[in-house]
Structure formats: structure tokens, C-alpha cells
């Protein structure tokens, strides 16, 4: 298995927080879950191209092999054979709004073609030179290159910039007052402003910090006890944390750690979505 990942160089790393290169040797087919990370992606499928996805009852859902996956609310499913060759770009929080004229929220919790938001001929030629990239630095160099030629100079608004270094601080305070009253915004202003750029309302993405920070935790320690990750993690009570985990994971606590992988974000999908 190979997987680099690196922070782009600047300017690009104020929007964009990691690419990634990852090549394995083929694994059995099989499905995992993989469940948001609060940071939408652009994925390229090497091996394939083809990306495709599936929900619990066994339907497939196929799109091209580059896509912006948006920031979504809820997991995916996804099969062995999509990862055994992909490359990635990470964005930051709001972080899209550089790269796409697509509003954030439009793309929320979907798979968007990259070829509808940079065009059928500019997807092509990147996708070429990915595959013609003699290393992975190489082609984590390709990436670097073809976001650099699509930037386009939007930043992130001050507002929301401000909002969401507070929440990453503390996700479990999630008044909005607290943020409009400091920027000088109305709150549906800012609440408008927040889901254009980040992909969600500023309270469902304080709750999907806190579920990644749950995440991590059981993952880095199997042993902890769930209601020590749901006090650490800024949970009123373990009923609210198991409410969200099953909402955002479609597991509990419990499913998730038995099902979990190397990687965090990416569980055995224990039902075979084809049974």
C-alpha cells in the first residue's frame, strides 16, 4: 500500500488543507461506510473512471471518476474496487468557494461531476496527467498545478472565517448570536452566508465537529468508555451522543467499533448492501 498525503504549498493551503495520493494491491470486493468528515473533497478514481456509490438497500449510484464530493450530512457507501488507485484534494471548511462557482450548499452531501464545474476538456487532460505522473509526488504536483490554474480569488467571507475558528475552538457553543453580534450580521444573513460557503447551517456543522472528534477518539483509543467520549466531546448526555453517532453513522458507538479500519472515516459495511 502507498499513501502520501501533504499541505499544498501557498497560496493554495489557506484553502485547501491536504492532497493526497493512495494505491493498494487489489483487496476482495467488498463495502465499507464512510462517514463525513466535515470537509468536502475532490476525488479521482485512476483505477476506473467511474465513482460509484450505494445505499443500504443495494442501489447503485454511478458518476463519472472525478468528483467534488460537497460536505454531507450523512455517510456513504462505497466498494473496495473504488480505492485501490484514487487521489484526493481535502479543502478546508468553506474552503470550495475558491475553486467553484457553485454555491457550497448546492453541492451538500453530493457527488458532483468534475467535469460540470471545470469543464469535460479540462477533467480529461488532468486525469491524463495523473495517470501519466511518474510518482506519487508527481502526481500530487498535478493537482497542486491544476488547482492553482482554477483559482479564482474568492475568499472566504471575514464572517464566516471568524465563525468557523470559533466553532473548530469549541464546536459545543453554537449561538449563533455569539457570532453575529461579534461580525455586526444579522443572523439569517449570516446563517445564508454560512451554508453558501461551508455546505451546512452553523449548528448541524457544530454537531458534525463533535461526531468527528468522537470519532477520533474511539478510533485512537478502542478501550475508552463511550460515556467519557461523550462528556469530552462536549455531549449534554450519552442519549445525545448516541443520537447523533447513529444519525451521522447510521451505526452505534458500538457498530463503529467493531467495524472500524485503518482509517477513522471508513467502517466494514457488516450488511452487504448486494445481499
Not at 82 to 103: A, I
Not at 128 to 155: N, Y
Not at 195 to 201: C, I, P, Q, S, Y
Request: with cysteine; charged share 25%.
Amino acid at each position: 500500500m502507498i499513501y502520501v498525503s501533504r499541505r499544498p504549498a501557498p497560496p493554495l493551503d489557506v484553502s485547501v488543507s491536504a492532497v493526497w495520493y493512495f494505491k493498494s494491491a487489489p483487496r476482495p470486493f467488498g463495502f465499507e461506510r464512510v462517514l463525513p468528515k466535515g470537509r468536502a473533497q475532490l476525488v479521482v478514481n485512476l483505477k476506473d473512471d467511474r465513482t460509484r456509490t450505494y445505499d443500504e438497500r443495494g442501489g447503485c449510484i454511478e458518476a463519472p471518476g472525478a468528483v467534488v464530493s460537497g460536505l454531507g450530512p450523512q455517510f456513504e457507501i462505497i466498494d473496495t474496487d473504488e480505492q485501490e488507485h484514487v487521489v484526493g484534494v481535502v479543502f478546508r471548511p468553506g474552503g470550495t468557494t475558491g475553486f467553484f462557482r457553485d454555491s457550497a450548499y448546492a453541492m451538500r452531501g453530493r457527488d458532483v461531476p468534475l467535469e460540470a464545474l471545470w469543464g469535460v476538456a479540462g477533467t480529461a487532460l488532468l486525469r491524463e496527467a495523473l495517470l501519466e505522473a511518474a510518482s506519487p509526488e508527481a502526481a500530487l504536483d498535478v493537482l497542486e498545478h491544476a488547482l492553482r490554474q482554477a483559482r479564482h480569488g474568492r475568499e472566504t467571507h471575514p464572517a464566516v472565517a471568524f465563525a468557523l475558528a470559533r466553532f473548530e475552538r469549541q464546536p459545543e457553543v453554537t449561538r449563533v448570536s455569539a457570532v453575529t453580534d461579534a461580525v455586526g450580521m444579522s443572523a439569517k444573513r449570516f446563517i445564508e452566508r454560512f451554508k453558501a460557503e461551508v455546505g451546512l447551517t452553523p449548528k448541524h456543522y457544530c454537531r458534525l465537529l463533535r461526531f468527528q472528534r468522537a470519532v477520533s477518539a474511539a478510533h485512537a483509543d478502542a478501550s475508552l468508555d463511550w460515556s467519557e467520549v461523550a462528556l469530552a466531546c462536549g455531549y449534554f448526555d450519552q442519549a445525545h451522543f448516541i443520537h447523533d453517532f447513529r444519525e451521522f453513522s447510521g451505526l452505534t458507538p458500538g457498530g463503529y467499533r467493531s467495524g472500524r479500519t485503518a482509517f477513522p472515516n471508513h467502517v466494514t459495511f457488516l450488511q452487504s448492501p448486494a445481499s
